[in-house]
């Protein structure tokens, strides 16, 4: 099978590929941006070349794709010209608009695959929903989908959060690298958590936490839409603490930290975990 697999820029989208292309046997062909995406071997279509500051150009895509985005044309056109020439049998995109919206004008079956689907895909109610309208509203773009796919470990819950008609379930691959671009050293130190998890949010990391039975302390921040998601589900399931930008109020930290210490959390797994590369 040939697969054309559009990654975004959300942080763990590179983690989630490398994943897919370690376990999968099929023939699969990226569009990726390289900012993101420079630890892979070979990134077949680079996203970031479409970029522009052409006026005009929104309007020629529209009449490819039926909707305006504004990219380079020509650069589009050649893209969409190799992709329709290559005629993958699916496209599967992680919160990828490019590649969504080219799959739709060449008729490709779509697969949409992302943590951010928890916004759209799950019933669930919050005081900060109000805080990812942009993530929802680009949600729209995979409309389309096949099949949607909710990258979240939460799934695998005794009391998982209900889905909505026509999304799954799929699971995280595992993770549980350290910490980076956040100075967390004294808050660790600080913290002492001993048995409990220590992670920024992202979904390889809380599902690693979570079948290790591990309370979680989550650091999420508001500027990392996966992990910032994350945070407010492990509060409201009673999975552990969030803790946010912790580094920019230690006293509010250590005030929340000394609660979430003396509380038991108890939750657990009765599902099989279902990874992507065995969906396909």
Known sequence: M???????????????????????SHDVRIAAFYNNHECLEIIHWTLDAL????????????????VPIKLDYEKFEMMVTDISEWNPDIVISDFEPICAHISGALEIPLISCSPLHLLDGVYWKSPKRHLFSNESQHLKAF??????????????????PKLKPGFDWIT??????VIHDRNLNSIQSLLKLNDSGFN?????????????????CVFDSPYESECAINGVFVDALGLGVSLGQAELNMSYAKSK?????????NYSLNKEPEFLHKRI
């Open 2 to 24: 040939k697969i054309l697999y559009g990654a975004g820029n959300l942080n763990g989208s590179n983690v989630r590929l490398s994943h897919f292309l370690r376990y999968t």
């Open 51 to 66: 970029s522009t500051s052409k006026g005009g150009q929104s309007f020629k895509i529209k009449e490819i794709i039926g």
């Open 143 to 160: 409309e389309r989908a096949s099949q949607r796919l909710v990258y979240s470990p939460f799934g695998l819950l005794d009391n998982a």
């Open 172 to 177: 995280p691959y595992p993770d549980h690298t």
């Open 200 to 216: 920024v949010g992202d979904s390889g990391n809380i599902y690693h936490d979570m079948v290790h039975e591990k309370k979680m």
């Open 257 to 265: 930290l000394d609660k979430f210490l003396l509380k038991n959390f």
